[in-house]
Structures are given as C-alpha cells and as structure tokens.
C-alpha cells in the first residue's frame, strides 16, 4: 500500500514489530548471550522462519511455496542451539568432534549439510552430524 511523504506505513511498521519480537524470543531462548558475530546470522533466520510460516495474506500457503512451488524444509534443530558438531578425521580413525552453535541448513535441498559457528576459532563451516547439548 502507499503511504504519503512523512507517514509511516502501518503494515511495515507491524512486520518490523513482529520481526523484534520473534529476535527477543531467539536471545531468550538460549541459555548464553548470542555473539555479536552472529547478529546478521540470527536476522537471516528470522527472516526463513517468517517466509516458512503461513499469514492472512498468502492464506494457507507459505510465501516460501508461492514463490518456490515447494514446502519449506523444517529443521531439526533451532538457531543459536549449542552442540558437539562431527567433522571426519582422516589422520585418525573416527571423527573430531568440536563445540559449536548451530547456525541452519546451508542448502535446503541437502538437509544434512549444517552450517556451524565454532567460537574458539570465530569460523562459520559445514558439518554434516551433530548432537546438540542438553543444557538444564
């Protein structure tokens, strides 16, 4: 809808307010204080998780399948959940495991291809296993 010079426009100002809303709700619900690193990281997820969920305006669709034609991917994990995150070893038999913050999905159509951010060495990689930490 347009609005006159000077005005707010009601709509964007409703989607602004629900977007700090849902990022309060990210920053409460982990049990540490998210990296500024990662602040663009947590916007891009907020961002996914408004385009996987249905509105009044695109009806029983996500605007994700009105623009693709597919559903949405729904992750397994949340954003910002901590873990042990998997890369193979191939010095040693096994795997080298690494603490990390889960970050979302690099590619939705390879789901197991995770995007990690491990804060001892500031890097965002690719894993493909994790298990997350059960903090209480």
């Not at 540490?32 to 961002?47: G, N, V, W």
Request: proline letters at 10%.
């Amino acid at each position: 809808t347009t609005t006159p010079a000077g005005l707010h426009n009601k709509r964007a100002e409703r989607y602004i307010q629900t977007f700090k809303r849902r990022e309060a709700a990210v920053d409460a619900s982990v049990p540490y204080e998210i990296p500024d690193d990662l602040r663009l990281e947590k916007l891009l997820s907020i961002a996914k998780s408004f385009n996987a969920t249905p509105n009044t305006v695109s009806g029983n669709k996500t605007p994700y399948e009105i623009f693709t034609g597919a559903k949405p991917m729904i992750p397994r994990y949340v954003f910002g959940q901590p873990g042990i995150f998997y890369h193979p070893n191939p010095d040693k038999k096994g795997h080298h495991g690494e603490w990390g913050i889960y970050l979302g999905v690099r590619d939705e159509s390879h789901p197991n291809n995770l995007r990690a951010f491990f804060p001892s060495r500031r890097t965002i990689c690719s894993r493909m296993r994790f298990e997350p930490a059960s903090i209480i």
